[in-house]
């Protein structure tokens, strides 16, 4: 049974930096790509990035490209979102989740057969 663990969110001004970190259990981790989706309270759960099984591609929503970094460590069994040059709109549950399809790394929210439960990150202004 897979279980995805998150972790490292919190409180940042803006203009700081966090970095949230994903600890999976289970079958093979480099089976899965991975990816992480944020929640803003009143809205709906949207894709942040994604990472292929090996590491070697990434994805990013346009509102965060260039500011966020997601990367894995398959012999951990870990992935994590570097997010520098916070601001108040990145505030939101961040949440990681694994998808077994064939295909690379997805957006798609259904595409993903896994969740975690989620960490908190809020930016203050």
């Known amino acids: 049974q897979v279980q995805l663990v998150e972790s490292g969110g919190g409180l940042v001004q803006a203009g700081g930096s966090l970095r949230v970190s994903c600890a999976y259990s289970?079958?093979?981790?480099?089976?899965?790509?991975m990816g992480w989706f944020r929640q803003a309270p009143g809205k709906g759960r949207e894709f942040v990035a994604a990472?292929?099984?090996?590491?070697?591609?990434?994805y990013y929503a346009d509102s965060v490209k260039g500011r966020f970094t997601v990367s894995r460590d398959n012999a951990k069994n870990t992935m994590a979102l570097q997010m520098n040059s916070l601001k108040p709109e990145d505030t939101a549950v961040y949440y990681c989740?694994?998808?077994?399809?064939?295909?690379?790394?997805?957006?798609?929210?259904?595409?993903?057969?896994?969740w975690g439960q989620g960490t908190q990150v809020t930016v203050s202004s």
């Open positions: 989740a694994a998808d077994a399809g064939i295909y690379g790394p997805t957006s798609r929210r259904d595409d993903y057969d896994y």
């Open positions: 289970g079958r093979t981790f480099n089976n899965y790509n």
């Open positions: 990472i292929s099984r090996s590491g070697g591609r990434t």
